[in-house]
Structure formats: structure tokens, C-alpha cells
T-cell receptor, first 112, second 115 residues
């Protein structure tokens, strides 16, 4: 059974710092891995999707990597801003239902 | 075009009542998914539709839960005889047919509170 783990559970850093969020998964038979952002009381915003054949994806200040063989992904946020404060969720897509299996999230606080 | 929409945005119901949650997917998206986000449980998959068919309903937490999709578009998630543990945010997502594009686009969710 696929398990997705995110470390750390919470992170607080000063504005301007570069940071890395980690995601690991136990079964490498995935279609893709996605990173989402969730603001309090709001829905999910897709940030990056990495296909299983890809190694990384970039969007603006965000860069996500995927090492399928080791079951790991990282989300790198450059030059963090207070507006980046949110919960970041990692999910892998797998199976005949193409379902997303989710990590518990990393709650990120960027201090001005 | 519009994104995925869900209604109602909030629903408060008494224990034992039935509720219906609605999802309108992005036009042209053949795949539709329901997820649940509850405190202490995180996000969990409930059911997947390809067109009007749900090949596997094993993700539904109990037989009080059912879902249908009509016309390859709107989907309804029904919870019968609601219990307090059903309180959660119910999220719907849609995508193009898997195999062409797997990215799932999420609606804003329905927050269900069972009192």
C-alpha cells in the first residue's frame, strides 16, 4: 500500500531564505507526483506536476525534483516571501483509479 | 472556461439526515474524482468516474456513501444517515481522460458539518 510522508510537518523561516520541503513515497509505480498549496479555509492550488519519466519541473521561484527509484521528491522555494505561507501538500498518482495518495503536508510560515 | 465548481460551499446537517453534494467538472473533462479532507485523517480518495462509470467503489468509507455521475458531467455524492465522523471538506476534481493528461483540477470543496 502506497504511503506518502512529508518532512517537516511545520517550518518557520525568515523572509528571503531559500527552503526545501521533502516528500517520500514507498511504491515507485506512480504516474506522476504533484505539489499543491492550500491556504487556510481555501481549496487546493496545483503548483507543479512531475511525470514519472521526468526529473524536475520549474515554475517561477519553485523547483520540484523527482527521484522515483529512491521514492523522493523535493520542493525548492527560492527567495521566500510572506505570501508563500501556506500548507504544501505532496501527492502521487497511481493505480487503475488514477487516484492521488496524499502526504499530510508541511505547514510553512514565512516571517516578514 | 470556468473551473470545477461545487455546491453547497457549506452544509450543516443534523446527525441522521441525508445530504447531497454536487460537483460540476471542467467542460470536456471525462474523469472526475471525489476526495475527503478531515481533521486528523488528511486527504483521502473516495471514488473515480470515467464518463458515467465508477469502476471501483472500494474507496467509499461505508455503504452510507454513494455517488453517481450523469451525462458525463455533473456528479452527486450522497451521504445517508450522516454521522459526526462524516464532518469534513469534500473535494471534487476533474481531468482529461487519463492517458492524455493526468493533472487533476480541484474545486473549492464543500465543508460538511454534522451536529
Amino acid at each position: 500500500k502506497q504511503e506518502v510522508t512529508q518532512i517537516p510537518a511545520a517550518l518557520s523561516v525568515p523572509e528571503g531564505e531559500n527552503l526545501v520541503l521533502n516528500c517520500s513515497f514507498t511504491d515507485s509505480a506512480i504516474y506522476n507526483l504533484q505539489w499543491f498549496r492550500q491556504d487556510p479555509g481555501k481549496g487546493l492550488t496545483s503548483l507543479l506536476l512531475i511525470q514519472s519519466s521526468q526529473r524536475e519541473q520549474t515554475s517561477g521561484r519553485l523547483n520540484a525534483s523527482l527521484d522515483k527509484s529512491s521514492g523522493r521528491s523535493t520542493l525548492y522555494i527560492a527567495a521566500s516571501q510572506p505570501g508563500d505561507s501556506a500548507t504544501y501538500l505532496c501527492a502521487v498518482q497511481e493505480g487503475s483509479n488514477y487516484q492521488l495518495i496524499w502526504g499530510a503536508g508541511t505547514k510553512l510560515i514565512i516571517k516578514p | 472556461g470556468a473551473g470545477v465548481s461545487q455546491s453547497p460551499s457549506n452544509k450543516v446537517t443534523e446527525k441522521g439526515k441525508d445530504v447531497e453534494l454536487r460537483c460540476d467538472p471542467i467542460s470536456g473533462h471525462t474523469a472526475l474524482y471525489w476526495y475527503r479532507q478531515s481533521l486528523g485523517q488528511g486527504l483521502e480518495f473516495l471514488i473515480y468516474f470515467q464518463g458515467n462509470s465508477a469502476p471501483d467503489k472500494s474507496g467509499l468509507p461505508s455503504d452510507r456513501f454513494s455517488a453517481e455521475r450523469t451525462g458525463g458531467s455533473v456528479s452527486t455524492l450522497t451521504i445517508q444517515r450522516t454521522q459526526q465522523e462524516d464532518s469534513a471538506v469534500y473535494l471534487c476534481a476533474s481531468s482529461l481522460e487519463p492517458g492524455t493528461s493526468y493533472e487533476q483540477y480541484f474545486g473549492p470543496g464543500t465543508r460538511l458539518t454534522v451536529t
